[in-house]
Structures are given as structure tokens and as C-alpha cells.
């Protein structure tokens, strides 16, 4: 069935003002095919949520109409005879399917969908500005890593050395907490290049290097 108007309520229009621009056009689109044309279109999302709770009210207004147009095809051909006036006329009863309260669906359905999305628009954007702002904690490297960044980088350090000495300091850099466990076996490095004592032990060493780092 095909019509050249239909009925466009305040609540369809406020219910359609919560979209975006571009799904406000495809749920618009929508409506008026459906409305105009009898044409349902693939919507999803909320699109198609606005557009289910939108048509039992379109469907109720094309039966009112088709039954408007009956009702003048009859009258034009005598129709029944009149009441007498004194008669008490019978009050028409109305099917409640057929008179749906649209504002108060459309706007509960559409409101509590666009709150969902809202909702879950904020939750991600807050999550991600957490986890961008967020400092990564700091996880001890295994002694594989270790050795593994060692051979990459050609140098002398032991890593079955460094990994006891920060186990046992808990991995702390004097009071504070460490943070990047490669930059510590690149302070290893540049210690084991400097020129040390023959005489002096392995432990000594470590010892001294680590006084003149963290100023004990």
C-alpha cells in the first residue's frame, strides 16, 4: 500500500534526536519507507530498536486509514439509514491494540537503548584513558630472558649474577622499585667494561659498583 503522507509524532522526533546524524538518516529512511511504502529496510543496532517500537504505531495509522477510505466508499453509496436523533448513539469501541501509547514506548525503549550505548561509550572511554594512564608493572625477568638479552647485546655480564643480586634486594635500585631490568644489565655492562683490579673479586667488585651507584 502506498500513501502520499503520514503521521509524524512529537515522540518519534525526540526519540530520533537522541541518535547520531547518520543513524538519525537511516532510522528517518526507515520510517517514511515503511510509512509511505509499506517497505521494511534492514536496519540493526538501535536503528532497528527505535524502528520496531515506531511501527505498531505506523500500522495502527494505515489501518485507521484504509478503514477511513472504506468508510467514504460506503458513504457515497447511501450508507445506512440515520439514527433517530433521540436515540442514544453507541459509543464506538476502540481495540487497545490499535491505540498504542507511542511516546511512552518509544521514548522508555529508545531512552533505556541509548543509555546502554551511552553507558558503554564512557566505560570504554574511561577504561582507556585508565589503561593508557595506567604504569605497567614491573615483572622479574626469568634467568632465560636474561642471558638471552646478554648474548643479543655481546657483553660480559652474568646473569646468573644479576638475577641473585636483585632477587635479593627485591629488585629494588636502592628505594625505589625497578623498572626496566634491561637498563639495569646495560648499567652491568658499562661496569664490567670499565678497568678493574685484577686482585679484587668478583664480589667486590659488584660491591663498589653498586656504593658508587646508589651513593651508599
Same mark, same amino acid.
Not at 57 to 64: E, G, L
Not at 134 to 151: E, G, N
Given at each position: 500500500?502506498?500513501?502520499?503522507?503520514?503521521?509524524?509524532?512529537?515522540?518519534?522526533?525526540?526519540?530520533?534526536?537522541?541518535?547520531?546524524?547518520?543513524?538519525?538518516?537511516?532510522?528517518?529512511?526507515? @520510517?517514511?519507507?515503511?510509512?509511505?511504502? *509499506?517497505?521494511?529496510?534492514? $536496519?540493526?543496532?538501535? @536503528?532497528?530498536? /527505535?524502528?520496531? &517500537?515506531?511501527?505498531?504505531?505506523?500500522?495502527?495509522?494505515?489501518?485507521?486509514?484504509?478503514? *477511513? /477510505?472504506?468508510?467514504?466508499?460506503? *458513504? &457515497?453509496? *447511501?450508507?445506512?439509514?440515520?439514527?433517530?436523533?433521540?436515540? $442514544?448513539?453507541?459509543?464506538?469501541?476502540?481495540?487497545?491494540?490499535? $491505540?498504542?501509547?507511542?511516546?511512552?514506548?518509544?521514548?522508555?525503549? @529508545?531512552?533505556?537503548? @541509548?543509555?546502554?550505548?551511552?553507558?558503554?561509550?564512557?566505560?570504554?572511554?574511561?577504561?582507556?584513558?585508565?589503561?593508557?594512564?595506567? $604504569?605497567?608493572?614491573?615483572?622479574?625477568?626469568?634467568?632465560?630472558?636474561?642471558?638471552?638479552?646478554?648474548?643479543?647485546?655481546?657483553?660480559?655480564?652474568?646473569?646468573?649474577?644479576?638475577?641473585?643480586?636483585?632477587?635479593?634486594?627485591?629488585?629494588?635500585?636502592?628505594?625505589?622499585?625497578?623498572?626496566?631490568?634491561?637498563?639495569?644489565?646495560?648499567?652491568?655492562?658499562?661496569?664490567?667494561?670499565?678497568?678493574?683490579?685484577?686482585?679484587? &673479586?668478583?664480589?667486590?667488585?659488584?660491591?663498589?659498583?653498586?656504593?658508587?651507584?646508589?651513593?651508599?
Amino acid at each position: 500500500m502506498e500513501r502520499d503522507s503520514y503521521i509524524f509524532y512529537r515522540g518519534f522526533y525526540e526519540a530520533i534526536a537522541c541518535l547520531t546524524k547518520e543513524q538519525q538518516a537511516d532510522c528517518l529512511r526507515a @520510517v517514511s519507507e515503511y510509512a509511505l511504502n *509499506g517497505i521494511e529496510i534492514e $536496519t540493526d543496532g538501535v @536503528v532497528k530498536a /527505535l524502528f520496531l &517500537s515506531i511501527k505498531p504505531q505506523i500500522d495502527a495509522n494505515n489501518r485507521k486509514f484504509l478503514n *477511513g /477510505l472504506k468508510g467514504a466508499d460506503f *458513504g &457515497s453509496r *447511501g450508507g445506512r439509514p440515520k439514527k433517530n436523533p433521540k436515540e $442514544t448513539p453507541e459509543k464506538p469501541q476502540e481495540n487497545p491494540k490499535e $491505540t498504542p501509547n507511542v511516546n511512552v514506548n518509544v521514548n522508555d525503549n @529508545v531512552n533505556e537503548n @541509548v543509555n546502554v550505548n551511552e553507558n558503554v561509550n564512557a566505560n570504554e572511554n574511561v577504561n582507556e584513558k585508565k589503561s593508557k594512564g595506567k $604504569t605497567q608493572a614491573f615483572i622479574p625477568p626469568s634467568l632465560d630472558q636474561v642471558k638471552d638479552y646478554c648474548w643479543e647485546r655481546n657483553n660480559k655480564v652474568d646473569a646468573q649474577a644479576f638475577i641473585d643480586f636483585y632477587t635479593s634486594k627485591g629488585w629494588m635500585i636502592g628505594k625505589t622499585k625497578m623498572k626496566d631490568w634491561k637498563a639495569a644489565v646495560r648499567t652491568w655492562e658499562r661496569r664490567d667494561n670499565e678497568k678493574v683490579t685484577p686482585i679484587r &673479586s668478583n664480589k667486590q667488585e659488584v660491591d663498589d659498583f653498586f656504593k658508587r651507584e646508589l651513593g651508599i
